[in-house]
């Protein structure tokens, strides 16, 4: 999709021209590292930036509770010239950063999460009809009856706590009780752990929730280890190739995808349009689709979230 066709995101209304719109690059500010759900939307950001003709830079923390390290990376990418930047925050402390931006003239839009401030948009999924979603679907595996956990991510975590309340609101309103509600940590290892101290007990589970990929991958973890795989449902949030594999070979019933790439994709064509002048869309909301074994294959879902 080349500039001049990527009007369906902005309501075009021409604004001032800032000093940083001739700028050389614009910065990409993940929530976290890694191959899978930021991978994704790194992967996007690139894309519309060779099609706009824009360098992109990509940065994120390998932690997403390392709050700190995320402003170190807005300032570098500021640092190196960047005229816009795409920013998954992860703290209240990142609407103070927009708020310099914007009185440095670069303008800033969210992706995956808002937090309010001087954003120009936001791209993000509604996480709590995600969550919903998920919780429907669980009723639906277990017809309205059995014993759930949800395990949570982090308290700090806004994007993760909507789906888990909204899980839990759809699950218990469709007859399913839940018998665990547990934080279990922002990292795999840690989720994977903490994961198998709780389903290890001598406690019985129909089903289980999980918000988020590190969650997830965790949970498909102990659950192996404890040999419970194909003895509770497990449904997740987001996608990586070792989801994949488990929904495929059942290990995990299924699990709530968003469109990270459409986020880093549409993020980066948001922010080059405050650059050059034109106001986009204040919210666009990406949308989710549940994915479970007999759908993974299908053209319309590969090609939707460049499923491999």
């Known amino acids: 999709m080349k500039i001049s066709c990527i009007l369906s995101i902005c309501i075009g209304i021409l604004l001032p021209v800032p000093v940083h719109a001739m700028a050389n690059c614009i910065g990409v500010v993940t929530a976290g590292g890694g191959l899978g759900f930021w991978g994704d939307v790194a992967s ?16 994120g923390a390998t932690d997403e509770l390392n709050h700190d390290g995320q402003r170190s990376i807005i300032d570098f990418m500021v640092l190196n010239g960047c005229g816009g930047l795409v920013i998954a925050p992860t703290s ?4 103070e950063d927009v708020l310099r931006l914007k009185k440095k003239g670069i303008p800033t839009v969210y992706i995956d999460r808002d937090i309010g401030g001087a954003s120009v948009s936001v791209i993000k999924t509604n996480n709590y009809d995600a969550g919903a979603l998920a ?34 609101e759809k699950a218990v309103a469709g007859g399913l009780k839940v018998v ?10 840690e989720a994977r752990g903490r994961a198998f101290e709780l389903l290890g007990k001598d406690v019985h589970i129909d089903g289980v929730f999980t918000p988020n990929e590190s969650t ?23 996608m990586s190739k070792e989801m994949i594999a488990a929904i495929k070979s059942g290990r995990m019933f299924g699990a709530v995808v ?13 922010v080059q349009q405050a650059m050059i002048g034109i106001r986009p869309k204040k ?26």
Do not use: C, W
């Not at 209240?92 to 609407?95: T, V």
């Open 258 to 270: 968003q469109q990270p790439f459409q986020m880093g994709y549409q993020g980066v064509q948001a």
């Open 216 to 238: 997830s991958l965790g949970v498909i973890k102990a659950l192996e280890r404890l040999g419970l795989s194909e003895k509770i449902v497990h449904i997740g949030f987001d």
């Open 180 to 189: 665990l509600d547990e934080y279990i940590g922002a990292g795999v290892g």
């Open 44 to 59: 996007g950001a690139k894309l519309a930036g060779r099609e706009l003709g824009v360098v992109v830079h990509v940065r």
């Open 92 to 95: 209240q402390a990142r609407k």
């Open 283 to 308: 919210n666009i909301d990406v949308g989710v689709v549940f994915i479970r074994k007999n759908n993974i294959g299908d053209a319309s879902v590969r090609k939707l979230f460049e499923l491999k």
């Open 135 to 168: 919780g429907a679907e669980m009723v639906k595996v277990l017809s309205g009856t059995g014993r759930i956990a949800v395990f949570r991510q982090n308290k700090d975590v806004s994007t993760t706590k909507q789906r888990e309340d909204a899980f839990i």
